[in-house]
């Protein structure tokens, strides 16, 4: 019902619009996403940025060869996944608040699954491989969910 609901409406041209055309995909109501959407979810490095990530992973990972994403806005994506600062320890600034319960599992989440896509590629914005990503990532996470398990979300 909700891929339903959410296929009936218009496509924001802002952030949001990619993970949208996400929804209409799976719903079958479009053939490729929005070019200005995808456009926004490429260039937005602001708060909040790592939930866009998680969508940009989800429609690479199921669209990258099914014909639903041009070349470019795969090799777009691609980049953006390899570029992206998904840990508050590795090098440069990031406007996202990635420190937070919530925003460290899905950076932990996003950065596991672009290493496991990308096993061999070098990660831009520190230069390891997606390998090294995927080590350290999962480490984090089974950390996250340990933490979890013992105290709970933290209020």
């Known amino acids: 019902m909700y891929l339903y609901w959410a296929s009936k409406h ?4 802002s952030r949001g619009g990619v993970l949208n055309d996400l929804l209409k995909l799976e719903a079958g109501t479009i053939k490729t996403p929005s070019v200005e959407a995808l456009e926004e979810a490429l260039s937005f490095k602001r708060d909040t940025s790592d939930f866009t990530i998680a969508g940009l992973v989800r429609l690479y990972y199921l669209h990258h060869a099914d014909g639903k994403l041009t070349k470019e806005q795969a090799d777009g994506i691609r980049t953006a996944l390899l570029g992206y600062k998904y840990a508050l320890d590795e090098p440069g600034l990031s ?24 096993p061999d590629a070098t990660f831009t914005n520190d230069g390891r491989t997606g390998q090294q990503h995927r080590d350290k990532a999962k480490s984090l996470v089974l950390r996250w969910l340990a933490f979890r398990a013992c105290v709970g979300p933290v209020e």
């Open 95 to 118: 406007e996202a608040e990635i420190w937070t319960e919530n925003h460290q599992i899905l950076c932990h989440g996003s950065d596991y699954l672009v290493g496991q896509m990308f």
């Open 10 to 13: 218009a496509t924001p041209k």
